[in-house]
DNA sequence: CTGAAAGCGCTTACAG
DNA sequence: CTGAAAGCGCTTACAG
């Protein structure tokens, strides 16, 4: 039960530790036989590399840390889950922090990633004090920022064009002859939801129509939130025909707010969500939303980042920005012309 | 930019490094002044101890490991959640492994964790060669099964009573005056679901109903296979007037199913999930559901493994099981006579 | 082609 | 009350 370590393996083969070091890395050249022995032992013995002695040597720990806004989130479980598949892929580990949109939880794993040695880090902010990214920076530790951007230029970046798809979005209301469209939006200090609503105001004036502050309702990205939006916007005099929500899981709270007060989708309103979770599909009706790439996200993410962490990129930081994918589903007609 | 050592403290307060552990661990009792010297350099360098090498004297990574079997399913991350903060709370980090529902998957994050030398395992089982947990048992690293029962007694387990969860559930249905009550379960190699299975079964029994095998579809637990087993379910001869899904995901398939053939909820279907993640709130009607004590098991679960991490627990493995409890919301009605 | 030894940054018997 | 030194399990210059 006690752990087999190179000493023993050594003893067994009846080499020095050196060799079988070498054998086990394939650092140097090995006398076929020697090294045939050296296997055998390696073999015999069950031998598994104590990889926190590795870690102290080489100072990597080949964990990289994932801070995660909300996780019970589709969005972010799904990002999360891509993440670690291509981690996986490279031989590291993920750590995931889950900051409860609260930048003191947010605060606190920062820490604990620094004290925990990760080799790097993918940081999808809450918001709040982000000024403790600057401890990753102060103790060598690469990040990459991705999903919302961060007013500091200490990492690669990657990002969605949120001013493009909330373009699109409304555009494609627009399209649909709605000219009442609201919108529900996420916490306003987090750039996508800043971005989308920018676009969402390009579109407008595009088409000739004022913005209205009061069509605005801010929601925090969560179930409950886009209800609460859609019941006030009920209520609201000018009956919009049509909502744009800042994502799919505020889009389904705001459907079943309509549903409750007994509109029927899309007949009565039409409504447009965001991110694509696997979600969007199975409520009812299926849900026009804006696709992230996701897998892109990741990849990209763990792509820079990997390349930081073994120094093959030096340079610059650099801003990879994505663009999304307006998938038409049931959730939004034409504008009925009705009453 | 390089990190500051105990050397370096020690070089900086004039004392030996023994001295300056001591007083970082607190202990032994240390001349006032000395601790003051030491405590101001500790201060001005900033120095933060390097926990690998900490790591590499102990034999302790203050790291747990959570396999969990799909995180996209809002039960298990909320599970991970809560696990993830009773673990923090201990100063224990969290490596969550997400098997995707793949023994493959399962497998290799099992050997993965073994590698990273975590302290101890939290394992929610994807099912399969389930062989694997002995590899655990064999480096020493304790593990509490969580949720889904594992056929090897190497681990204390932490579960909830589902054969009356399933009965209560379907007793709700057949309070209501159901008597064609159909049963959407997950995988049949997964303890729960095999389990709130035969509470289903003994609810009929109990109520003289013979138990119809064409009336249970297997699902996943994943939206889609909700969705699908409702479609197959409309298109049976004696149309179910209620069905109990197996968790709230596949509930909510269900409903959309159900919409989507113009049934209206709990009007012509009665329809009951399982978990209570948040979501079931957030539909159509709200779902009627079977609340798992999240927390509790997430507690039990770190409790019982910290407890094991630190050997204040040497005893046989000890089972702990939770109860449900039933949530009536809107999703089931009485049985309307019809037709 | 191979090995003895230093060193990564800690903790902790051992000695005084 | 304090310190010198061994040792956790590796990797890697250095030497031969």
Request: aromatic share 6%; proline share 4%; glycine share 6%.
């Amino acid at each position: 039960m006690d752990r087999v370590t190179i000493k023993d393996v050594a003893q067994e083969a009846g080499v020095s530790i050196t060799t079988v070091s070498h054998v086990i890395n394939e650092t140097r050249s090995i006398n076929p036989e020697t090294k045939a022995r050296v296997m055998d032992a390696l073999d015999k013995l069950g031998y598994q590399p104590n990889i926190i002695a590795r870690s102290l040597r080489s100072g990597k720990t080949k964990t990289i840390g994932l801070i995660v806004p909300d996780i019970a989130n589709l969005f972010f479980a799904d990002v999360a889950r891509k993440i670690e598949d291509y981690g996986y892929q490279y031989g590291y580990s993920v750590i995931l922090g889950n900051s409860d949109n609260d930048p003191v939880k947010q605060t606190n794993y920062i820490n604990t990633l620094i004290t925990k040695q990760v080799d790097g880090v993918i940081f999808i902010s809450a918001g709040g004090v982000i000024e403790d990214l600057r401890s990753f920076y102060e103790n060598g530790i690469p990040v990459v920022v991705a999903d919302r951007d961060v007013p500091l230029e200490l990492a690669d970046v990657v990002l969605l064009d949120n001013e493009k798809a909330g373009y699109e979005a409304t555009r494609h209301l627009l399209d649909l002859g709605h000219d009442c469209i609201a919108c529900i939006t996420g916490p306003n200090y987090v750039s996508p939801s800043m971005q989308r609503v920018e676009g969402y105001k390009r579109a407008l004036t595009e088409f000739g129509i004022p913005f209205r502050s009061d069509l605005i309702e801010g929601g925090d990205f969560q179930f409950k939130s886009g209800e609460l939006a859609m019941q006030r916007l009920l209520a609201h005099p000018c009956k919009p025909t049509a909502v744009f929500a800042l994502n799919d899981m505020m889009a389904i709270g705001a459907l079943n707010a309509a549903h409750d007060a007994g509109l029927s989708i899309p007949t009565d309103l039409s409504i447009v969500g965001f991110d694509n979770i696997e979600l969007s599909t199975a409520v009812t009706p299926a849900l026009t939303t804006v696709a992230q790439p996701i897998d892109e996200i990741a990849q990209n993410a763990t792509n820079l980042l990997i390349k930081r962490m073994q120094c093959t990129r030096t340079e610059e930081n650099i801003r990879v920005i994505l663009s999304a994918n307006l998938i038409i589903r049931n959730s939004t007609s034409r504008m009925v012309v009705s009453k």
